[in-house]
């Protein structure tokens, strides 16, 4: 694992997910990655740069109309052009913005070609089931889909009761912190290269799983309540792979 110094931080309910989306990006490498639902860019910055650190051959695509929906309330195009000068400045050559309705953008993309996709438009029932729904075919076998809010139970918001039913049908796991992350992988693929994160999170023993999450909390909270350039420091990424060995080990 490499130091992690996000060159930007935006106020997310994402934010205490920042340091397992560059560990993914580091064990699972993908070649191609799409955002549904950016607005501010923070979940898709940290996505970019942990593809610019771990030095990944592939591109990421962010999908929106950034105009807003009724759960972020309208908005004009300063925010598309704060995300788009940011990208330009710091991710030129590989990460691209597409302005369109999800459904439409999806026509762009061949089927089994998303190593990664992350799911996190309108967060109603409705609305992550038709996105579900319309990009999974799109998603290679064994890549993973990321659903955030998967706990957020307020208003309208039916994240939460999809991924319930979706997660009892697929090979899935849960972040229950802040407002919530999904995990799921597609079946299929050659797993025989995957990396140790990929092989613990879809681990069966239980106490693996537990650990898991406890470490990602911890690391969470530490970009919450510290300063981001200092939050992961090479000490604290050789402390956090010992606790993922130990994590390993244990099992059993």
């Known amino acids: 694992m490499t130091q992690y110094d996000p060159k930007r931080l935006v106020m997310s309910t994402w934010a205490d997910h920042i340091p397992f989306a560059y560990d993914l990006i580091e064990a699972l490498r993908p070649r191609l990655l799409v955002e ?6 923070l979940s898709f910055f940290a996505f970019c740069q942990g593809m610019k650190e771990h030095r990944v051959n592939g591109v990421c ?12 309330g309208d908005y004009d195009d300063s925010v598309f052009l704060s995300v788009q000068s940011h990208l330009r400045e710091e991710y030129r050559g590989f990460s691209y913005m597409i302005r369109s309705l999800f459904s439409a953008a999806a026509e762009r993309f061949s089927a089994e070609s998303i190593e990664l996709l992350h799911i996190d438009g309108l967060h109603t029932y409705a609305a992550v089931k038709e996105d579900f729904e ?11 889909i990321l659903f955030h809010d998967v706990n957020a139970r307020l208003d309208d918001f039916g994240v939460w009761k999809f991924w319930e039913e979706t997660s009892a049908q697929h090979e899935t796991f849960t972040f229950d912190h802040g407002f919530g992350l999904g995990v799921l992988r597609k079946p299929g693929g050659d797993r025989g290269n995957d990396g140790e994160l990929l092989n613990l999170l879809f681990s069966d023993e239980p106490k693996t799983i537990a650990r898991l999450r406890e470490l990602y909390v911890f ?9 981001v350039a200092r939050m992961h420091t090479r000490r604290h990424e050789e402390h956090q792979a010992e606790k993922l060995l130990a994590a390993q080990s244990d099992v059993g």
């Open 36 to 41: 549904l639902g950016t607005h501010h860019g």
């Open 134 to 144: 319309t990009w999974y075919p799109k998603v290679k076998p064994g890549g993973i």
């Open 219 to 227: 690391i969470g909270e530490l970009i919450l309540h510290r300063p």
């Open 61 to 72: 695509f962010a999908v929106d109309t950034w105009e807003g929906d009724v759960h972020t």
